[in-house]
């Protein structure tokens, strides 16, 4: 009687709160938010004068889906942005690959304000300045109509080599 | 190994096993497990709050569409809720239950009285929780139903002062929620563990009430036969409920809250009694609705003063008993009459259809396009072309609709401004889809219908649909047209920008975007109708937005078939 009453009881609990550990747990491997793939328009290609130093451009999403609002305009990040020579064009995500904080430039050198991470000019790590493990992200930008076209994109933290997050 | 460790426990816990492991005299019965059940329910009720409030988000845009969120997306979010809500229920039965019981058994009596007073303040809370959770949804039946519950509140003395406490200022808002959300996942649930306690410690102290007649009787310890009762008991409670949870999946939720929506306000159904009871005052409803509770409570703390003999005995009891089976009978009539009354009102079934259908689009728009994050009732607006056509509802239709009782102009529908629609106009201009309703058809100022060979008609039409912009003209139509245009038109029409003719409107870019703007911001401007319209300007009443957002929806039903009109779904 003491084991069927234990067994009951058991069975009971379990059954009462296997659905709340379900629902506690179900956003985990889903997609809650939702960021645009495609690219988003940073702005028009005169923005970025030829041979000027890196520029930071904020990436601001169209529509993002976040659980259950859809916001418009909203801000992802901010990618710096440079034109060599007419024909090319490079970006470089601003999101520090250590562990996130947003990464600046001074004209010379990329700097992360968080633990003094540091890159050259060409977005590559200086690496005794830090613990940063690798080279700023590069993001895919085209110009499309006289408009520059950013693809938001972002890489597991604190790694050597760059894989989407 | 295991003897070691019982006696090591049993060593440290002497105390509690003392109060805990008292008897029950007269042994096991079904009847004492309502204390059990009630606190599986209240356990039933935290582990699933507290997966919501991992989800819930009190404030007034995000409410509604946070609740919406677990109800219709979340995996297993619509049992956890419905679990939530009727659980409560479930919790208000078995608590009204356990307190009839206790009277009929006179476990009030000394030297229980405060059991029973303790008792009846967990009642207080359970009915604390569900006026507190209803309002959490901020769906139309709560945030409506809690209007109706704080106007009672309001209208006792000192209401005011708790009006403006409890909606945390003047009016519904973000603070009602917040304020609500505080006092119903962490003050009730708080001041529940406490009571529970002392109910619980204090009724151990003087051990369970047996039936009357078994006082003398040997006690026998509740582990393990009582305990199996209790758990049988709690497992047909738990099953019954998860059974109804299923049927119904879940609980209701209607549309979001709308302050400008009229909605008919019920209340829980363990308040419909009250509601009925303030229908039959009439003009006494708030008097009713204020006293009937203080009776009531009245009547059960007053139990201990007034049936004093030590005599358990109902039958001893009768009038007592009776008063409080009455009691609870006359309530269970006046619930059933508020429901019959409803059942039998044909319009109230009309417009809870309404708001049910409401209520579905709101959620299903809600999963399809998600809720803007200015709230829940802007989930309407996410339907296609929402601007425009909400406009044209409210300012263009009664003029414009084909079923219009007092149309005025042409008709606006799908295919306004195609081939078709230019080609029947040139044929009969003051026919029934275009000027006939209007002013200007009964005036020798409206234009003939024009008699040309069909050739030169379709060549006409081609030009004019030329002005709209489409990509699929006919050039060489087009140019025909032109020729055509010169010899019969020119007279009163020109095609050359911002030019009226002689006497008709100039036609350059009709049926365009710009064309479509520039006429409803002003149609009595002289390239237009000048004064022969009698449409009224749209410059000042609309915004250049909201003008170019009809524009673009007059362009788009150019293409549009009527399926595509229904396709975009009603407003």
Redesign the interface.
């Known amino acids: 009687m003491k084991a069927a009453t234990c067994a009951l009881g058991g069975g009971l609990g379990l059954v009462i709160a296997v659905p709340a550990l379900r629902v506690c747990v179900a956003p985990t491997n889903a997609q809650t938010v939702t960021t645009p793939s495609d690219p988003i328009d940073v702005g028009a290609i005169e923005r970025i004068k030829v041979g000027a130093p890196w520029q930071r451009l904020d990436v601001i999403a169209p529509l993002v889906k976040d659980a259950w609002t859809t916001a418009h305009d909203v801000a992802l990040g901010s990618a710096w942005v440079r034109r060599p020579n007419e024909q090319k064009l490079e970006a470089l995500s601003s999101v520090c690959p250590h562990l996130g904080c947003a990464v600046g430039f001074d004209g010379q050198t990329f700097l992360c304000p968080c633990h003094n991470s540091k890159w050259s000019d060409s977005g590559a790590l200086v690496a005794a300045a830090g613990p940063a493990k690798r080279d700023l992200d590069p993001l895919p930008i085209t110009v499309v109509d006289g408009r520059l076209r950013l693809t938001w994109v972002r890489y597991k933290l604190d790694t050597a080599t760059r894989e989407p997050a | 190994m295991k003897k070691r460790l019982t006696e090591w426990m049993a060593e440290r816990t002497r105390a509690l096993a003392d109060r805990t492991s008292v008897g029950i005299p007269g042994g096991p019965s079904f009847a004492y497990v309502a204390g059990w059940v009630l606190v ?1 329910l209240l ?2 009720e935290a ?2 709050g ?3 409030s ?2 819930y988000a009190p404030s007034t845009a ?1 409410a509604w ?2 609740v ?3 109800q219709d ?5 619509w ?2 809720r419905g ?1 939530h809500y009727h659980g409560a229920s479930a919790l208000v039965i078995v608590c009204g239950a356990h307190l009839v019981q206790a009277a009929i058994f006179g476990a009030y009596k000394k030297p229980r009285e405060l059991v029973w007073w303790l008792g009846l303040v967990l009642m207080l809370i359970v009915l604390g929780f569900a006026v507190s959770g209803y309002v959490l949804r901020w769906d139309q039946a709560g945030y409506w139903a809690n209007h109706v519950e704080i106007g009672i509140a309001t209208s006792a003395p000192g209401g005011t002062l708790l009006k403006g406490l409890a909606l945390g200022g003047n009016d519904y808002g973000n603070l009602t929620l917040t304020r609500f959300n505080t006092l119903h996942v962490v003050v009730l649930p708080g001041v529940t563990a406490l009571v529970v306690g002392a109910h619980v410690w204090i009724s151990r102290l003087h051990n369970t009430t047996p039936r009357w007649g078994r006082d003398g009787l040997a006690a026998i310890r509740r ?3 009582q ?2 009762l209790d ?2 008991a ?2 047909i409670v ?1 099953a019954v409920l ?1 059974g109804y949870v299923i049927c119904q999946h879940g609980a209701g939720l209607s549309a979001p809250a709308d302050p400008a929506a009229a909605f008919d306000a019920r209340p829980l159904w363990y308040f419909r009694w009250l509601f009925e009871l303030r229908h039959l005052a009439g003009s006494y409803e708030r008097f009713a609705a204020l006293a009937a509770p203080v009776v009531v409570g009245g009547l059960l703390v007053g139990l201990p003063f007034v049936d004093r003999e030590p005599d358990r005995s109902p039958k001893k009891r009768l009038p007592y008993v009776g008063a409080v089976v009455g009691l609870f009978v006359l309530i269970g009539v006046l619930t059933l009459k508020s429901y019959a009354g409803d059942a039998g009102d044909a319009e109230l079934a009309k417009r809870e259809q309404a708001a049910d259908m409401l209520a579905s689009r709101a959620r299903a728009l ?1 999963v399809k ?5 200015t709230g829940g009732i802007d989930v309407f607006k ?1 339907v296609p072309m929402y601007l425009p056509r909400a406009i044209f509802e409210q300012k263009c239709k009664s003029c414009h609709a084909a079923d219009s009782k007092d149309r005025k102009g042409p008709i606006i529908a799908a295919g306004h401004g195609n081939r078709a629609w230019l080609k029947g106009f040139l044929q009969a201009p003051s026919g029934e889809p275009y000027w006939k309703h209007t002013r200007l058809a009964a005036t020798e100022d409206a234009m003939a219908p024009v008699e040309l060979p069909p050739a030169d008609i379709d060549n006409l039409t081609e030009l004019l649909y030329a002005q709209t912009g489409a990509t699929d003209v006919d050039p060489v139509k087009r140019d025909a047209g032109v020729a055509t245009f010169k010899k019969a038109c020119t007279d009163c029409h020109s095609l050359e920008e911002g030019v009226a003719g002689g006497s008709g409107p100039g036609l350059a870019d009709l049926g365009s975007r710009d064309y479509y703007t520039s006429f409803l911001s002003n149609p009595k401007k002289a390239v237009h109708m000048a004064s022969k319209s009698e449409m009224p300007r749209f410059e000042t009443d609309l915004t250049m937005t909201e003008r170019d957002a009809v524009a673009g929806y007059l362009v788009w039903l150019r293409t549009a078939s009527a399926a595509d009109v229904a396709a975009l779904g009603p407003l």
Do not use: K, R
Request: glycine fraction near 8%.
């Open positions: 599986m356990g039933v582990l699933t507290t997966a919501l991992a989800f995000s569409a946070s919406a969120y677990i997306q979340v995996p297993l979010g049992l956890v679990l582990w393990p036969q305990t199996l758990v049988i709690m497992a738990f998860l809600a396009n998600g809720v803007p994050v996410t």
